[in-house]
């Protein structure tokens, strides 16, 4: 199974700040994707990479931006964080048969 | 698009009773449908999924059916128990190289 790390788990920041969300596989699997839960509203989608600086945007990009330089990497940034960028964001990769998921980091804007 | 819709957001059940969780999807692909569950504070695991036509699949007690000629992949239990209190999130990956789908999620709290 692949392996999806995420880092930091637990992130503070205060509106304004930049975020910084980070994401590692161990397979070097091609595509990989950012997700945002909400309650009531699922896993919504932020944005795809097909590989290395091949990045297409979800359905809720706005406010985010992402970078992939390795394909062992993927990074999602916040320039300026809002209170409703409040969240957990986990990262996913796989195939089409199976999809593995980070364990999560929860970001709170004040 | 691509669409997975779970029609109910909060099951309550007494334990030992069967439980079913709707699930339908959109997609003009063929599909890959999954059911996972999330503990609280949990990131989601795969329970199940399936990408055959009536064929059930099982695991931990829970099966599920693809049904292509009405779109559905519904989740049942015959008989769940306490610790099967989660959310349960229905998930459509199309064949065509897009994004991963989720409904919104189904809680279910099963009580003494």
């Known amino acids: 199974d692949m392996k999806v790390t995420q880092m930091p788990r637990y992130l503070i920041k205060r509106m304004g700040e930049n975020v910084l969300l980070e994401c590692g596989q161990d397979?070097?699997?091609?595509?990989m994707y950012w997700y945002r839960q909400d309650p009531g509203l699922g896993l919504q989608l932020i944005y795809i990479?097909?590989?290395?600086?091949?990045?297409s945007e979800g359905d809720i990009p706005k406010g985010y931006r992402v970078s992939r330089k390795k394909r062992e990497h993927f990074s999602l940034i916040l320039d300026s964080a809002k209170t409703n960028q409040t969240s957990v964001y986990f990262c996913?990769?796989?195939?089409?048969?199976?999809?593995?998921f980070g364990p999560g980091t929860r970001l709170t804007v004040l | 698009g691509d669409s997975v819709t779970q029609t109910e957001g909060l099951v309550t059940l007494t334990k030992g009773l069967p439980v079913m969780l709707n699930c339908t999807y959109q997609?003009?692909?063929?599909?890959?449908l999954f059911w996972y569950v999330q503990h609280l504070n949990e990131a989601p695991k795969l329970l199940l999924k399936?990408?055959?036509?009536?064929k059930r699949t099982e695991h931990q007690g829970f099966y599920a059916t693809l049904h292509k000629s009405s779109s559905s992949f519904h989740l049942q239990k015959s008989s769940v128990q306490l610790s099967d209190s989660a959310l349960y999130f229905c998930?459509?990956?199309?064949?065509?190289?897009?994004?991963?789908?989720f409904g919104a999620g189904t809680k279910l709290s099963v009580k003494p």
């Open positions: 996913v990769g796989g195939p089409y048969a199976e999809q593995f």
């Open positions: 990479s097909y590989d290395v600086d091949s990045n």
């Open positions: 998930a459509l990956t199309p064949n065509n190289n897009n994004a991963p789908r």
């Open positions: 397979m070097s699997h091609e595509t």
């Open positions: 399936s990408s055959t036509d009536n």
């Open positions: 997609t003009t692909y063929s599909p890959f």
